[in-house]
């Protein structure tokens, strides 16, 4: 797992704490995109695809649009990016607004390498299981929608932990055709167990039969 | 002498009577000549006895008769030339001839002798002063002397036959006066004053002795009249008499008294005004002994001064002494005597007493008000000090104790020159503030009031009073102490405004030196592949470095409590100072603040910080005026400009906002201490601003902004191109 593979992203609109943190984040063997703005950002985050894990290094007092406006407009349009913010002068109330708004960290200035370290690498590390987390959901669900609603059906009541006995009963089958549907779910969904499916539809935000199934987020 | 007149009278008697001889010969040469006999002979000889006898006295021509009869005899008697017979007819004829030629010689001699004599008084009359002027009895002149020409111009041709009291124009032998009349009767003689007139018309007063002329039978015939002129007498008649009622009545009502003593001391004499003083009448204070008018404590005095007059006659002597009236009230009297010796040869004493009891009076008051005044003086809590151009006349208690100098010490030090030279400047009174040093050599403040002003004898003096302002100048310097101290607050105040986004704006250089130390470490633990990096990462924390202490003393000068100075500085650098102070508090405010100030306004001399100070608390007031209006309109905008005002070049500073604006009622009361419109602050920052820019020689004030928001400006005098910082 190279540092390298990952991308911080840097804005402030201080030059030299700018130059400073880059040339930090650098040394410390990320990757790094420097930005004076959120707006130059917001263009380069809207116009470019990022590969790899990465964070963002935000200072919060920021001229123009401020570092909570970007959280929220990065937010609004679903770049879910772990944020580090950064600060001169700390205040409670701009914290957990931060926090709540999904900022991993809240470093205050002059932030210690050690501390920035730790926090890039855990919002880096997060990211990266984010990815995988959404490139698995992703997988589940290409999976999923293979399945025809018989299935879907039969699978909802294999994960409420159902008996293919009863499940004949609930969808009025025969319980040798249950059978067949749940080796067919079990097939297309590559669930090498039951706990595996459950699992998955957990990801997938199954509710137990009877509920309407919610339409998943998507990246 | 009587001897010259004498030999004269027989030089000239011989000399006629040789004459006489000479005539006698000739006579009887002419007679024998011609034959003549004794009878004719003897007529001529009697014309020439008779003729010889009016030009020589009696004694010549009597000789000569006696010669011409013993010339008849020898000659022409017969028988002819013999003397020895002698006919008794002869002798008969020769002694008639004898007879006649005597009583000839005798009555010519005696007439000749009274036209003498009446020739004689005619001119002594002549020779008199007097004028002397005869009358018949019809009153027209028949007598004119020299002197009556003298007196009235008048020759006596012109008078002779004139009527007196016509010529004179006077009442001329008025006969008919009575009393004239009588004496005239009696006597003959009579006297009057008239006045007369001369010829040129002037008036004189004469004074006429008549005379009266009587014939045998005892009738008047003629009048002498002597007239004197008595106009210069009359006059000084008339200015004796003057004098002595003048006298007289100074003696009398002159509101002095005067006394005439004599020896021992008794009341001669006293005019009626000394007596009146005392209660007296005259009569009952002369005899009197002077003593009486002294109280019994003075009389041995007064014996004093008595007896030193008399030891002294001729000299005069003064004292001052109390007299008793009779009623036993006292008076204060001046007095002068002298010891004068009179004509009976006695001495008196002669007093001239005064009373002053007044002036002893105002004296007493005099000196009574100017013990008062001393007092008043002395216990002023001011110190006094009289001067003149040569020094200290006279001080008081106060300026003696204050200063630690006898007041004999004093008396007599000079006038400082600071001192002449304020006085010089003719500004009356003056005031001002000058140490004094005592005797101990310490100094302590004082504020001197002078005034000069001229004295009745025309001497310039200066009368100066100097109150200690010690405890005045402590509460000054303690005030001045707490203004500074005020100034320093308020300032620290406003500073405080800014700088809460003070510690973002110090933590970004730290953060970037942070950063680049960490990346210098982290490259340097990589083994300093990348060298260019390093350097680059050193560089930058260099530059910070400066960059957060520039920020820290920024704040820091701002801070700091220091005396103000009095610089030439650019009213732009200080716009540039607070701008910067002023940012960090801008951005988190969403403030923007913009700066148009030209770079060659000229100097101004003043206090950077203090101005900073102004420049800073109007700032922060604009952002907070701006709080409530939306970020777009939070603008700030920084001026300065060149001015003209009452012809001095200033320099104009104006911070715009858009905010608010001003409400009609808060302009007026704006700068008034703690007026505030804010719910945080003292309300002190722009009467502490006010303050400063007006000991700079400037003015504060606020206006309105033209759309939106209010000026506050301030403007100060550019400095002199000559004057030195």
Known sequence: MSEAEATVFVVDDDPSVRRSTERLVRSMGFGVRAFATGQEFLYFIAAERVDGPACLVLDIQLPGLSGLDLQRELARIGALIPIIFLTGQGSIPMSVRAMKEGAVEFLTKPVRSRDLLAAMRAAIAGDRVLQEERREVASVRERYARLTPREREVMAHIVAGLLNKQIAGELDASERTIKFHRAHVMKKMQAESLADLVRMAARLGLEPPGATAPVPEDR | ?725
């Not at chain 2, 006579?27 to 004719?40: K, N, R, T």
């Not at chain 2, 009891?357 to 001011?382: C, G, N, P, W």
């Not at chain 2, 209006?629 to 906002?657: F, M, P, Q, W």
């Open chain 2, 1 to 725: 002498m009587i001897g010259d007149v004498t030999r004269a009278a027989i030089r000239r008697a011989a000399s006629t009577f040789a004459l006489g001889l000479a005539a006698l010969a000739a006579v009887s040469l002419v007679s024998l000549w011609i034959g003549l006999d004794s009878a004719p002979t003897a007529f001529l000889y009697l014309i020439v006895i008779t003729l010889l006898s009016l030009v020589s006295g009696f004694l010549p021509a009597f000789l000569l008769s006696v010669l011409a009869v013993a010339t008849l005899h020898l000659l022409f008697v017969s028988p002819t030339r013999s003397s020895e017979i002698l006919g008794v007819l002869d002798v008969v004829g020769l002694s008639a001839f004898l007879a006649v030629a005597a009583v000839v010689t005798q009555l010519v001699s005696r007439a000749t002798r009274g036209v003498r004599q009446a020739e004689l008084r005619a001119h002594l009359l002549d020779l008199t002063h007097d004028a002397v002027i005869g009358f018949d009895m019809d009153r027209r002149i028949t007598y004119w002397n020299r002197g009556a020409e003298r007196l009235y111009g008048w020759t006596a041709a012109e008078a002779m036959g004139r009527f007196g009291s016509d010529l004179l124009q006077a009442g001329f032998l008025d006969l008919s006066d009575d009393v004239t009349g009588s004496a005239r009767e009696r006597t003959g003689f009579w006297q009057a004053e008239d006045l007369h007139t001369t010829r040129e018309g002037r008036r004189v007063d004469v004074a006429l002795r008549y005379a009266l002329e009587r014939d045998e039978s005892g009738r008047p015939v003629a009048v002498l009249v002597t007239a004197n002129d008595i106009t210069e007498r009359k006059q000084a008649e008339d200015a004796l008499r003057k004098s002595e009622e003048r006298w007289r009545a100074v003696f009398e009502h002159n509101p002095i008294m005067y006394f005439m003593l004599d020896r021992v001391g008794t009341v001669i004499s006293v005019n009626p005004f000394g007596a009146e003083q005392l209660c007296y009448t005259v009569e009952k204070l002369v005899g009197r002994s002077v003593l009486d008018l002294f109280p019994e404590a003075d009389r041995e005095t007064a014996l004093d001064y008595l007896a030193d007059c008399l030891a002294h006659p001729g000299e005069t002597r003064s004292w001052e002494l109390r007299k008793i009236r009779r009623n036993g009230t006292l008076l204060w009297v001046r007095e002068t005597g002298r010891a004068v010796r009179t004509a009976a040869d006695d001495v008196v004493v002669l007093v001239v007493s005064e009373d002053i009891s007044q002036r002893k009076h105002t004296e007493d008051e005099l000196r009574a008000s100017e013990a008062r005044f001393r007092i008043l003086v002395d216990h002023a809590s001011d110190a006094f000090f009289l001067q003149d151009e040569r020094g200290i006349v006279d001080v008081n208690r106060q300026a003696c104790e204050s200063l630690g100098y006898t007041r004999d010490e004093l008396i007599g030090m000079p006038a400082t020159d600071q001192f002449r030279q304020r006085l010089s400047t003719g500004e009356n009174p003056i005031t001002y503030e000058i140490p004094l040093r005592r005797k101990d050599g310490s100094e302590f403040p004082v504020e001197v009031r002078a005034r000069m002003f001229q004295a009745e004898d025309e001497q310039k003096f200066v009368i100066a009073l100097a109150r200690d302002i010690t405890d005045r100048k402590q509460a000054e310097r303690a005030l001045q102490e707490a203004q500074a101290v005020l100034t320093h607050a308020t300032r620290v105040t406003t500073l405080g405004e800014v700088t809460a986004s003070f510690a973002h704006e110090l933590n970004q250089p730290l953060a970037a030196i942070a950063n680049n130390a960490n990346a210098c470490r982290a490259l340097l633990a990589d083994g300093c592949k990348e060298l260019d990096e390093l350097r680059e990462a050193l560089a930058e924390i260099v530059a910070d470095t400066e960059r957060a202490s520039a920020i820290i003393e920024r704040v820091r000068a701002l801070a700091k409590r220091s005396t103000p100075e009095h610089a030439k500085l650019r009213l732009g650098d200080v716009v540039n100072d607070v701008a910067a102070l002023a940012a960090a508090e801008a951005a988190a405010r969403h403030v923007a603040i913009r700066t148009d100030v030209p770079s060659d306004l000229p100097v101004v001399l003043g206090d950077r910080v203090q101005l900073q100070q102004v420049l800073l608390n109007l700032v922060v007031n604009a952002m907070d005026a701006m709080a409530s209006v939306g970020d777009e309109a939070r603008r700030l905008e920084i001026r300065g400009r060149l001015d003209v005002e009452d012809g001095r070049t200033v320099v104009t500073i104006r911070v715009e906002d858009r905010g608010m604006g001003l409400q009609p009622e808060a302009m007026n009361r704006l700068f008034e201490p703690f007026y505030t419109t804010k719910t945080q602050g003292m309300g002190l920052g722009l009467a502490i601003s006010r303050s400063i820019i007006e000991a700079h020689g400037g003015r504060l004030w606020a206006e309105p902004n033209q759309e939106k928001g209010a000026v506050f400006a301030f403007r100060l005098p550019a400095a002199q191109a000559e004057e030195t910082t």
